[in-house]
């Protein structure tokens, strides 16, 4: 019924900034976001939780992005946003989302991004 749809990638120098979005494919019956989380996955590494927004709007940042992320959504646009400033080169990863969703008939779904790159290099 729902996917996620991840856009926003790409190169950039250290120093700059990329916002990425996730966005449901579908939003008739979908009341909001119930939580959303950002994970990347370096090269050759585990993957880590980079940033969750719960249920009340409260947000936990890993300790390596703490002041330089900013994650957010729009419930309107059932869409979540994970702005990125200050980057650097070890923040080179493939970026996914995970959000779930409450629909009009109570019921939750929980899914994926499909994965984007960003990459931080001079």
């Known amino acids: 019924q729902v996917q996620l749809v991840e856009s926003g990638g790409g190169l950039v120098q250290p120093g700059g900034s990329l916002a990425l979005s996730c966005a449901a494919s579908?939003?008739?019956?979908?009341?909001?976001?119930?939580?959303l989380d950002w994970y990347r996955q370096p090269p050759g590494k585990q993957r880590e939780l980079v940033a969750s927004?719960?249920?009340?709007?409260?947000?936990n940042y890993a300790e390596s992005v703490k002041g330089r992320f900013t994650i957010s959504r729009d419930n309107a646009k059932h869409t979540g946003y994970l702005q990125m400033s200050s980057l650097k080169v070890e923040d080179t990863a493939v970026y996914y989302c995970?959000?779930?969703?409450?629909?009009?008939?109570?019921?939750?779904?929980?899914?994926w991004g499909q994965g984007i790159q960003v990459t931080v290099s001079s």
């Open positions: 927004l719960g249920y009340d709007g409260s947000t």
């Open positions: 995970n959000i779930e969703f409450r629909f009009r008939d109570d019921m939750t779904w929980n899914g």
């Open positions: 579908t939003s008739g019956n979908i009341v909001n976001i119930n939580t």
